[in-house]
Each structure stands twice: as C-alpha cells, then as structure tokens.
C-alpha cells in the first residue's frame, strides 16, 4: 500500500476510474469514505470515516465495493 492516489466520487457515488485494469493491478487496497462530509449539513455521523481494505488479485478482475450506510451502521462487499 505504498501508493496512494485520492480520487472523488462522482455525484452518483461511484469513483469511475478506480475499477479500470490499467489502474488495477494485484495488491492490497484501502478506500476511505468521509462519511462526515456526505451528512454534514444533515446530521452528526456516528461513522465519520469508513476504511474498507481488500485484495485485487486479478487485474482484469470486476472490482465494485459498495458501501450501505445508515446512520449508525454501514456493511460492505465485492459487489458485481
């Protein structure tokens, strides 16, 4: 995990690059979800920062983590 590359979700949730081989290669990842950012003006976050770390072990690999948030829980998974 020495690399590190910020990338924003687009308006629709989703960080389009990030799932494109070029850009995949095998390794471990970590994604970082501001929770905070998405409810200010909302409410408080009980989460106010979500890491999620995974495996790509295929770069031609489908890789779609999503995350389902509440408001005090959230869960995740390799989505298709």
């Given at each position: 995990?020495?690399d590190?590359?910020?990338?924003?979700?687009?308006?629709?949730g989703r960080?389009?690059d990030?799932?494109?081989?070029?850009?995949?290669?095998?390794?471990?990842?970590l994604?970082?979800?501001?929770?905070?950012?998405?409810?200010?003006?909302?409410s408080?976050?009980?989460?106010?920062?979500?890491?999620?770390?995974?495996?790509?072990?295929e770069?031609?690999?489908h890789?779609?983590?999503?995350?389902?948030?509440?408001?005090?829980?959230?869960?995740?998974?390799?989505?298709?």
């Amino acid at each position: 995990m020495a690399d590190c590359r910020l990338e924003r979700t687009q308006s629709n949730g989703r960080a389009e690059d990030f799932g494109n081989p070029e850009n995949l290669t095998p390794g471990v990842y970590l994604l970082t979800f501001d929770v905070a950012e998405y409810y200010a003006g909302k409410s408080d976050a009980f989460f106010p920062v979500i890491t999620v770390v995974f495996n790509v072990t295929e770069q031609e690999g489908h890789y779609h983590v999503p995350v389902l948030l509440s408001a005090y829980g959230y869960s995740t998974y390799r989505g298709n």
